[in-house]
């Protein structure tokens, strides 16, 4: 088995956290290095990451990728076992692929991308604002006992939300204790956890070795959640200038 991945990605690491969990051996792949983006291409022309492959089968978007592993790799399972809870994990999973990802991802460009420019005015504030939304959201969501989302084991949410959660503070958010205590104790489990740790630790040193000449760190990579954020808030002459200035790459090209 192959995982096209990219340690940054946090699409690519939540699958990465579902294969491990459930003991699956595979070879990475950072599809996003120079070296190895036109093989990527060959197996998704959008050239995104994570993508699996699995003998002839070739797979992917992350979350059809946990779906693929859940009906292929049932045991150990990463979904609860009522349909109620599998509903919650299922939104969770698009809560943070959809909502969250597009803040963090946007108001981090300043502390990983090559810039000569100062982050727009009131986009962390706008970011703070809709992370908070968010997060209310989990809360309702989230099951109300066990160590992880839905039980005393790790699954699909929680390999989902961690690579958003454990990102929060590091780029300048806050995660509120008192008023998203649920998701704050979540957190905290998955810090103590190996399982994450290792994650965390895999990243860290990803981010170690990553410049101009490993990856793409000038133009930047765009998809639809990410720019309706964006222009959602108002940002819509800072992303032409982007658009003008030919720092933007489409996943379409």
Known sequence: ????????????????????????????????????????????????????????????????????????????????????????????????????????????LWTWATRSDNMPSGLKEAGQLDLDA???ETETLLAKKGAFSFGELPGLADFALWPHLAAIEPLGFQLDCSRYGRTAELLQQMRATELFQNDARRTRNFLKTMSADTHETTRI??????????????????FLNEILSDRVLWPIS
């Open 221 to 238: 990579a765009w998809r639809g959640d990410r720019i309706e954020w964006l222009l959602s808030r108002g940002y819509h002459s800072w």
């Open 134 to 136: 968010a997060l209310a």
């Open 1 to 108: 088995m192959r995982l096209f991945t990219n340690w940054f990605s946090p699409f690519a690491r939540k699958v990465a956290l579902a294969l491990e969990h459930k003991g699956i051996a595979y070879e990475a792949i950072d599809g996003l290095a120079h070296a190895n983006h036109a093989l990527l291409r060959r197996h998704n022309s959008r050239g995104e990451v994570p993508i699996l492959i699995d003998g002839e089968v070739v797979i992917s978007n992350s979350a059809n990728i946990l779906a693929y592993l859940e009906d292929a790799y049932p045991q150990p399972a990463i979904l609860p076992f009522d349909a109620p809870a599998r509903a919650n994990a299922r939104a969770l999973e698009r809560l943070f692929d959809t909502r969250v990802d597009p803040i963090l991802v946007n108001c981090s």
